[in-house]
T-cell receptor
């Protein structure tokens, strides 16, 4: 079974600084997708970034980028120029390729951006 | 991202009553619907998976007679909590997926409080 581990229950960062959230996963499969979701206080789950395992290039979305290390099964999220609106729970998630698989979530990291 | 609506956003009910939660995918056809439950400060817990026109598949420990799921169309799924009790108080989130796509989007969630 696939597992996702987020080892940092809570983190904080000063506004405008950079922060990195860690995520590791375990699978014996080769084709899969990885995601970071953000859940602000409203509790709406928002897709932040997605990475296909077959792509070597790290995904980026504006201030958000990932460091995808397939061999190490690591998928960290870097948030640059942190903003107060980035305060949220961040969930790392994994899914096998195929369309009929279930999304596997980590336990989440609570990020607080301080003014 | 995809547009997903959930109704109601908030519901308070008396113990013993039934509550129906609707989830609609507004801009794509949801061949599969996932229903999650989330307790405070925890990750999402998958309750059940349903494919359009088929019976739902429930995760271990989830009572299928208590949590009735209907996925009669490609744009609408409902979760009915029957004979609700205070321990059913939680945050319920739907997540539709279309075809073979791996990316999941989420509804805004429904807060259920059973008195």
């Amino acid at each position: 079974a696939q597992t996702v581990t987020q080892s940092q229950p809570e983190m904080s960062v000063q506004e405008a600084e950079t922060v990195t959230l860690s995520c590791t996963y375990d699978t014996s499969e080769n084709n899969y997708y990885l995601f970071w979701y953000k859940q602000p206080p409203s509790r709406q789950m928002i897709l932040v970034i997605r990475q296909e395992a077959y792509k070597q290039q790290n995904a980026t979305e504006n201030r958000f980028s990932v460091n995808f290390q397939k061999a190490a099964k690591s998928f960290s999220l870097k948030i640059s120029d942190s903003q107060l609106g980035d305060t949220a729970m961040y969930f790392c998630a994994f899914i096998l390729q195929g369309g009929s698989e279930k999304l596997v979530f980590g336990k989440g990291t609570k990020l607080t951006v301080n003014p | 991202g995809a547009v997903v609506s959930q109704h109601p956003s908030w519901v308070i009910c008396k113990s013993g009553t039934s509550v129906k939660i609707e989830c609609r995918s507004l801009d794509f056809q949801a061949t599969t619907m996932f229903w999650y439950r989330q307790f405070p400060k925890q990750s999402l817990m998958l309750m059940a998976t349903s494919n359009e026109g088929s019976k739902a598949t429930y995760e271990q420990g989830v009572e299928k007679d208590k949590f009735l799921i209907n996925h009669a169309s490609l744009t609408l799924s409902t979760l009915t909590v029957t004979s609700a009790h205070p321990e059913d108080s939680s945050f319920y989130i739907c997540s539709p997926r279309g075809g073979t796509q791996e990316t999941q989007y989420f509804g805004p969630g429904t807060r259920l409080l059973v008195l």
